[in-house]
C-alpha cells in the first residue's frame, strides 16, 4: 500500500500516459452513417443533428470522399426515398435511391473502403415500421415477421447486387440473419458480410434519427426492438445471431448500453459493433451548444468508453470528424 504503490507514477507526463493506455481509438474503428435523399437539389440539414444532412447522389460522393480519406473504417448507408408504400418496395428497386448511391459509391471507392447498407424497410413504408403488416387472428394490425423477411431477402439482394459489402438487418425480426444468409449463398454472394442488429433496443434515444429519415411511424416499435430494462435477452439474441452465421453483431444504443455491450463482447467470437445512434449525439451537441460541456473533449470520450466497454467498430456521425482530429 502507499507509500509503495503510487499509480500517480504512470500518470506523470503525456508521453506516460500514451505509453500505457489501455483503449485505443483509430480511424479504422469508426464507420460513418449517411443518408441519402431522392428529390433535393442540395443537401439538407437535419436540424435535430447540427452537422449531418441528407445528400443529394454528388454531395455524398465528396462527403464519403473526405471520410474514407480521413481514414474511417467505412460507411453505412441510409435511403431517404420520395415515395414510400405499404410494402417498402423502394427498398429492393435497383432505381430506388438508397440502390443507386450504393452502386456510385462502389464504382467510385471499390475495394478501398467497406461499403455498409441499412437492411430495414422503415424508411421505404408509409406506415414507418420496420417490416409489412398484417391483420392477425384477433383483427390486430401486426408487424408480420416472416412476411418481413421476404422483404428482407429481397432487399438484401438488391444491395449486394448494388455492391454493398456488408449488410445491416436492423429490423429486429426473428431470423433476419439466417434468411439473408440462405438468400445471399444461394444467389452466389458468398462473401457479401452481415452486420446483425442483434441486441437493439425501443429507446427514445432514435428521435433525431427519425427527423434524418423523415419517418412518418406512429407508435412505437416495441413488439419488436426490445424493452431497454433487459440484459440476458441481448445474450440470446446475439446467441441466435451467431447460430445463424452474423459475421459481426451490434449492440444499439451505445452510450446507455455500456453493460450490455461488455457482456455481449465477452461471449461476441466475432467483431462486435456499438452504434452511438442519434440522440447520443444530439445531447454533446445540445449540452456544447449552451457551453457546458466541451464538445471536442466529449466526443472523443464518448467514443473511447464504447471502445472500453468492448466495442470493436463504433458507427458514430462523428466518424470523419474524429479520425480526421485522430490523424492530427
Ligand atoms: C431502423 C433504424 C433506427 C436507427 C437506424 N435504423 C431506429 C429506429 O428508427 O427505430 C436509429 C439510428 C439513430 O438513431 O441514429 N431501421
Known amino acids: 500500500m502507499f507509500p ?4 500517480r507514477r504512470l500518470r506523470t507526463t503525456p508521453a506516460m500516459r500514451r505509453l500505457v493506455g489501455e483503449t485505443s481509438l483509430e480511424p479504422r474503428h469508426l464507420v460513418l452513417p ?23 447522389p454528388d454531395s455524398l460522393l465528396a462527403a464519403a ?25 423502394g427498398a429492393d428497386d435497383p432505381d430506388g435511391v438508397l440502390n443507386q448511391a450504393l452502386a456510385a459509391l462502389r464504382a467510385e471507392f471499390g475495394d478501398d473502403t467497406v461499403l455498409m447498407a441499412d437492411t430495414c424497410l422503415d424508411e421505404f413504408t408509409d406506415h414507418g415500421h420496420c417490416g409489412v403488416l398484417s391483420v392477425d387472428a384477433n383483427g390486430r394490425q401486426r408487424v408480420d415477421n416472416d412476411a418481413t423477411l421476404q422483404r428482407y431477402v429481397d432487399m438484401a439482394l ?11 438487418p436492423s429490423g429486429m425480426m426473428d431470423g433476419q440473419v439466417g434468411a439473408i444468409r440462405a438468400a445471399l449463398d444461394a444467389a452466389g454472394f458468398r462473401h457479401t458480410s452481415i452486420l446483425a442488429y442483434s441486441a437493439k433496443y425501443a429507446s427514445a434515444l432514435y428521435g433525431p434519427f427519425r427527423e434524418a429519415v423523415g419517418s412518418t ?26 447460430a445463424e452465421g452474423a459475421d459481426m453483431v451490434m449492440v444499439k444504443p451505445a452510450t446507455m448500453y455500456l ?7 465477452e461471449i461476441s467470437d466475432v467483431p462486435v459493433a456499438a452504434y452511438q445512434v442519434s440522440g447520443e449525439y444530439a445531447m ?8 457546458w460541456i466541451d464538445q471536442d473533449a466529449m466526443v472523443l470520450e464518448s467514443l473511447t468508453s464504447i471502445r472500453r466497454a468492448g466495442a470493436d467498430i463504433v458507427l458514430t456521425y462523428w466518424a470523419a470528424d474524429a479520425a480526421a482530429r485522430l490523424l492530427r
Do not use: W
Open 34 to 56: 449517411m443518408f441519402v435523399a431522392d428529390d433535393i437539389a442540395t443537401p439538407r440539414p437535419i436540424s435535430s443533428l447540427p452537422g449531418v444532412v441528407q445528400h443529394t
Open 158 to 168: 438488391a444491395q449486394a447486387e448494388a455492391g454493398a459489402h456488408v449488410l445491416g
Open 259 to 265: 453493460d450490455v455491450l461488455r457482456e455481449v463482447a
Open 217 to 242: 411511424l406512429v407508435g412505437d416499435r416495441k413488439t419488436y426492438q426490445q424493452d431497454p430494462g433487459n440484459r440476458r435477452e441481448s445474450l440470446r439474441e446475439v446467441s441466435l445471431d451467431l
Open 284 to 291: 454533446i451537441c445540445a449540452a456544447a451548444e449552451k457551453g
Open 4 to 7: 509503495d504503490h503510487r499509480p
Open 65 to 89: 470522399e473526405e471520410a474514407v480519406e480521413a481514414g474511417v473504417g467505412g460507411l453505412m448507408l441510409f435511403g431517404v426515398p420520395g415515395h414510400r408504400d405499404a410494402v417498402g418496395s
